[in-house]
């Protein structure tokens, strides 16, 4: 089988196949260690997914965050376990790769799948120098996937755009301390920024709505501005994170998108980390029962509507509580131990975002869905009528 793209989805699909005896090559477009425009801030929750040790990777182990309400008000939270690791991408990319090779897969790096016909029962893929040919098809290809083109010509509805900046650290600055992710938010409308300390950068960056893409710069150079840093114009980087919504297609009879190419990021907070690893996992099993027993590939979108999507649709929709009632939340996080240690255990995978939803007593079902309703057009009228408070 092939698997198109070697990043975190596309590595950790290979390192479970190969590792269970099936023949698996990895078709990469660049070579790595590549870069990717990435806050590099792994959950914890997502290192327990991974089966082998990453410490060699982790620049910072974070146990606790700065939320910052409207480049203001501001308060530190912190806990016993950590929450959260920083990495580069470029190397935390590349171990995975290495693994999914030390178990047999087949990398071809340098090479960028261009089309995909199905003929004959086979699935062909054209690079600009080659043909493959092969019976399933797994697109780990990322947000501009190619096989995303085929498996779901309608695409993403839902875009974000973040944008990165690797500042230089000349010195230690103390509001910005090692071992806390430093966050901004309830200043643009389903967007937020941030500071992950690293080894020698601060890697900074900020996602918003595609909607508001314009203000992305001045939103994140504002904030840097704020914290003493300044936006380096040469070292920024943005990309698109898209997320699925429910009933966009994943699978076909002879292939599944997984991690970024399958829109599988948290809306709330861009994360995807987490969901590319968790994906792969699912992708791993589902096609191990259809070559080992003819199990319809299709079970793994079902797969992933019952479980990681859940997920995704509880984010959205505490996303737009958060963006109706931002200050009684900032607020909340502040004073509500229940709260906080509750956010922490959903970091650690010790709960789910629904457990975090249901961590304050739960109006009745029809209030609920009516405030939910009711947040999700807030958020949207705030976007479409957001004017930026630092201008
Ligand atoms: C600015 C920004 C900050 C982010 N910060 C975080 C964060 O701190 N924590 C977090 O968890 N998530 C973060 N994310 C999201 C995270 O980067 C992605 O969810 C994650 O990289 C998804 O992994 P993936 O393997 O699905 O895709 P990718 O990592 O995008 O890998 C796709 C691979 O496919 C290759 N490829 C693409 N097209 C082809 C082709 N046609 N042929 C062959 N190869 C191809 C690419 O070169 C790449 O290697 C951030 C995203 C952005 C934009």
Redesign the pocket.
């Known amino acids: 089988m092939v698997v ?8 950790m699909v290979a390192y479970h196949l190969a590792r269970d005896n099936f023949q698996v090559a990895l ?4 070579r790595h260690p ?1 870069r ?8 914890e929750k ?1 290192r327990r997914l991974l089966p082998f040790d990453i410490t060699a990777v982790v620049e910072r182990v974070i146990s606790g965050m700065v939320f910052q309400l409207g480049l203001r008000d501001r308060f530190t939270r912190r806990t016993a376990e950590p929450v959260a690791y920083n990495l580069s ?1 470029e190397h935390f ?1 590349h171990l995975l790769v290495r693994q999914a090779i030390g178990e047999g897969a087949t990398l071809i790096e340098g ?4 089309e995909l016909e199905f003929k004959e029962g086979h699935v062909s893929l054209l ?1 600009e120098s080659s043909r493959y040919l092969a019976k399933v098809v797994i697109g ?8 995303r083109k085929v498996i779901n010509p309608g695409g993403v509805a839902q875009e974000a ?4 900046c690797e500042v230089e650290k000349k010195r230690p600055i103390a509001s910005i301390p090692e071992d806390l992710f430093i966050v901004d938010w309830g200043t643009v409308p389903a967007g937020y920024a ?1 500071i ?1 300390p690293k080894e020698k950068t601060w ?1 900074a ?3 918003v709505p595609r909607a508001l893409s314009r203000h992305l710069v001045s939103y994140l150079g504002t904030f840097l501005e704020r914290e003493g840093l300044s936006l380096d114009m040469q070292r920024i ?5 898209p997320t699925r919504t429910a009933g966009e297609p994943i699978s076909s009879h002879w292939g599944i998108l ?5 829109g ?3 809306p709330f ?8 690893i968790a ?2 996992q699912r992708a791993a099993f589902w096609v191990k029962e259809h070559l080992q027993r003819g199990a319809d590939l299709r079970l793994y979108e079902e797969d992933i509507n019952q479980g990681l999507m859940q997920e995704i649709i509880v984010a959205g929709k505490l996303r737009g509580f958060f963006n109706t009632f931002s200050r009684y939340i900032h607020n909340l996080y502040r004073r509500n131990d229940r709260l906080w240690m509750a956010f922490c255990e959903v970091m650690r995978g010790d709960r789910t975002m629904e457990g975090l939803r249901r961590v304050r007593t739960r109006p009745p079902g029809p209030i609920l869905n009516y405030l939910e309703r009711f947040t999700s057009w807030y958020e949207w009228r705030q976007i479409n009528r957001f004017k930026p408070p630092w201008q």
């Open positions: 198109v793209g070697s990043g975190p989805a596309g590595s078709i990469e477009k660049k590549r990717k425009p990435c806050g590099g801030g792994l959950q997502a991408r990319d090479e960028e799948v261009r690079t780990a290809d990322g947000a501009g996937s190619v096989v755009v973040g944008m990165i941030w992950f890697s960056g900020a996602m980087k943005a990309h698109p994170i997984i991690g970024d190419a399958a599988l990021t948290d907070t861009g994360e995807g980390l987490y969901y590319a994906s792969a």
